[in-house]
């Protein structure tokens, strides 16, 4: 039986990680199961400017 994940790939990643992770992992659990595009946005554009963020890594690193 094959299972599968349907959304951006922020939000389904977010499911995979292991806990401690979460503590480093930005925009985070709460605006990653944003299902609204526009309203994802704006949560990230809000609350960015807070991140303390040292390194951004691109999506497809995430999946290796």
């Known amino acids: 039986?094959?299972?599968?994940?349907i959304g951006d790939l922020?939000?389904?990643m977010a499911k995979k990680f292991p806990l401690?992770?979460?503590r480093f992992y930005k925009p985070?659990?709460?605006i990653s199961s944003i299902k609204d595009?526009?309203?994802k946005i704006d949560a990230?554009?809000?609350?960015?400017p807070t991140?303390?963020?040292g390194i951004i890594s691109?999506?497809?690193l995430m999946v290796v």
């Open 1 to 5: 039986m094959l299972t599968f994940n």
């Open 10 to 12: 922020s939000g389904i």
């Open 20 to 22: 401690w992770f979460f």
């Open 28 to 30: 985070g659990k709460k």
């Open 37 to 39: 595009w526009n309203a």
């Open 44 to 48: 990230m554009v809000n609350t960015a």
């Open 51 to 53: 991140w303390d963020v």
């Open 58 to 60: 691109p999506s497809s």
